[in-house]
């Protein structure tokens, strides 16, 4: 691992537990923009969106889970449509 990679993990790992979850919904936000700024992705995917982080939200543990959960497969699929869309 790189110092920079260090650096990053040793930031997170002092987050209060609603910094770290802001910071993981907002990885995943990073990701897809890219995805989706470099491919022509369907506008109209048959999965759901990505879920963005709410500060004010009073879900449960699990139900926040079930979210991240959602942003992961809604992000794997970007990613296979634009894999599929440049030919591998």
Known sequence: MNDEFNA???K??????EDKKKEIFDEFNKISEVVTSVSSFKKDPASNSMINYDPTNQDSEDDNLVKIYNDLLVLEEKIVYFLKDKNY
């Open 8 to 10: 990053l993990l040793s």
């Open 12 to 17: 997170f790992y002092d987050l209060g537990v």
